[in-house]
């Protein structure tokens, strides 16, 4: 089982940045990928960046070129730099991890965009 550490989210005027970080543990299988999904209320869950132990990126076309992805294999650490924040960006942010043959999310943490 992981277990996730997630912080950084905060109401935040639209044009602004915030910084996600989310270290995962508990568990001694290998992460081959971590990233970030959200849940808008009313809505389903979706992927917004994921970044491969390898190095290797995907993100959701609505965050291409203002939110960036990055991580620390070593520590099982990811962030997600989101810049030019909009109102659409307010969402509870979950951190993924995903082993060989199960998926892990966490608790999630709240992003607001509003002025």
């Known amino acids: 089982q992981v277990q996730f550490v997630e912080s950084g989210g905060g109401l935040v005027q639209p044009g602004g940045s915030l910084r996600l970080s989310c270290t995962a543990s508990?568990?001694?299988?290998?992460?081959?990928?971590m990233g970030w999904y959200r849940q808008a209320p009313g809505k389903q869950r979706d992927m917004v960046a994921i970044?491969?132990?390898?190095?290797?990126?995907n993100y959701a076309d609505s965050v291409k070129g203002r939110f960036t992805i990055s991580g620390d294999n070593a520590k099982n650490t990811v962030y997600l730099q989101m810049n030019n924040l909009k109102p659409e960006d307010t969402a509870l942010y979950y951190c993924?991890?995903?082993?060989?043959?199960?998926?892990?999310w966490g608790q999630g943490t709240q992003v607001t965009v509003s002025s």
């Open positions: 993924y991890a995903a082993q060989l043959t199960s998926n892990y």
């Open positions: 508990g568990s001694s299988a290998t992460i081959y990928a």
């Open positions: 970044i491969r132990s390898g190095g290797g990126t």
